[in-house]
């Protein structure tokens, strides 16, 4: 094992000042500095990368830095580095050596490979917690995003069922059932924003995560996803599909992966007993 560069910085430092004690940032793909402000390193790295589909390409960097300052004893992480063409990834360790609490935590840090191309860790991980049909997020993605909440204030939960899927399935075959699939997909990827997120928990499916909403305004984005799926084609021509769309508002007694899905799945169930192409809110 051939370390590149080897670095320490005091983790309760606010400007968590960076000083290097061996080898040259150039051959990692940084600029050759000594001393520098972590802060000064956030714009080398790539965003656009296989782990930030699953963490977020909008706050993939800020998630690096909690990561780092919620270390305890030891972190290891790949981090892509902005080259010409593709990115290369630094896989860093980093360990603490010194600590006064509150007051002092030194971390000596060693950057130990660099690699050209996407660490297969990273493509297992992205392969997990990415649906490889619709590139949506996967149940466990949605799992590991709830455990990460540290406020569910104004957060919602959206659990989404096609209305009649099987007819796509009977009257155009499979191939054409997981094509339908994928343009539903393929339109709430389009729709993508900061504060809503979009899983499919197999099948036809469906989980979508708002936040920053009041109850009336997810109730029209879940009336808009009813016609919207409604006027999706295919072969050029609506299918006369539908879905029912169960809501649930979040609160610190439901906030459970498990709790969650179980409500939103049943209320959606009572959405789908009312007829095609309706919504049903969750009463606490």
Known sequence: MTIKVTFYFD????????????????EVGLPDLKSFEINQLTSYVETDNKLAEVEGKNNFIETLKKKIKRMDKELFLYIPIKQPG???WLFISFHVISEIKDTHKLVLGKVIRVLEDTPDEIIY????????????????????????????????GLYIDIDDFKKINDHYGHDHGDQFIIKVADHFISQWEHNVLYYRLGGDEFFIYVKDHTLDQVCHRAKKIINDIENLTTEGKKVGVSCSVGIVKMTEDLRDYNLLLDLSDQTMYRAKKNG?????IYEN
């Open 11 to 26: 983790l309760y430092d606010p400007k968590r000042i960076v000083n290097i004690i061996s080898g040259n940032m150039k």
């Open 86 to 88: 593709k990115p290369i």
């Open 125 to 156: 991980y992205q392969k997990t917690h990415q649906d490889a049909l619709t590139r949506l997020f996967t149940r466990e993605t949605l799992k590991k995003h709830i455990s990460y909440l540290k406020t569910i204030e104004n957060s919602f």
């Open 276 to 280: 095609k192409g309706q919504i049903s």
